[in-house]
């Protein structure tokens, strides 16, 4: 029921941007406004673990992940960052989460 809400936000039920600043809010732990490199990882696999998804993380994909995003390189994720990677992607995040709804 989870991946199905998520799939419903990203084909634009809810605001793209709205889902995006509440998972940032999510990862964000320390409430600075930044997502660090160990924020983003702990974010992720809570996040698969709230959906009921037994999905493996590895550390070098969450970093290359942080690391795509990060376009300052300041290993700290702004969310003008994390928004206008999540855009630019989206069609490849539904794609991902097609495929793990299959799963």
Not at 62 to 77: M, Y
Request: aromatic share 10%; charged share 15%; no cysteine.
């Amino acid at each position: 029921a989870a991946v199905k809400k998520i799939e419903s936000a990203l084909t634009g039920n809810v605001a793209t941007n709205d889902l995006i600043a509440a998972v940032f809010f999510g990862f964000d732990y320390d409430k600075n406004e930044v997502i660090t490199p160990a924020e983003f990882r702990s974010g992720f696999r809570i996040l698969g673990y709230v959906l009921g998804l037994n999905i493996t993380y590895t550390s070098a994909l969450l970093n290359d992940l942080f690391a795509a995003a990060d376009v300052t390189g300041d290993l700290k994720l702004s969310p003008t960052e994390v928004v206008a990677y999540v855009n630019a992607h989206l069609k490849d995040i539904q794609g991902l989460i097609t495929v793990i709804a299959s799963a």
